[in-house]
């Protein structure tokens, strides 16, 4: 079993940039591809950002191409997700999440899930 916490959430000014961390306990984190989903008001949890267990291969939804970038360090146990030129619609708790065994694609694939962090994103 692995444990995820998310740190670095807040509310910024459209324009700015926040840089949120997930950090694992438990399970080694190199044992899992790790997925950043973000979840609005209402609406469905959704995959933004996707990266590989080894780091070498990454995935963005369109919506943050180009302004989102993902990273890890399995020394530390830790992927990280910077987010730039924020927007208002990037407003949403943010969940840091893994699948056993299966790379993270969709909310329902996914087998832990850390707690969230909220980013708010003003006009």
């Known amino acids: 079993q692995v444990h995820l916490v998310e740190t670095g959430g807040g509310l910024v000014q459209a324009g700015g940039s926040l840089r949120l961390s997930c950090a694992a306990s438990?399970?080694?984190?190199?044992?899992?591809?790790v997925g950043w989903f973000r979840q609005a008001a209402g609406k469905e949890r959704k995959l933004v950002a996707r990266?590989?267990?080894?780091?070498?291969?990454?995935y963005y939804a369109d919506s943050v191409k180009g302004r989102f970038t993902i990273s890890r360090d399995n020394a530390k146990n830790t992927v990280w997700l910077q987010m730039n030129s924020l927007k208002p619609e990037d407003t949403a708790v943010y969940f840091c999440?893994?699948?056993?065994?299966?790379?993270?694609?969709?909310?329902?694939?996914?087998?832990?899930w850390g707690q969230g962090t909220q980013v708010t994103v003003s006009s």
């Open positions: 999440a893994v699948a056993e065994g299966a790379v993270p694609t969709t909310a329902a694939g996914v087998d832990y």
């Open positions: 438990g399970r080694t984190l190199s044992s899992y591809a």
């Open positions: 990266i590989s267990r080894g780091g070498g291969g990454s």
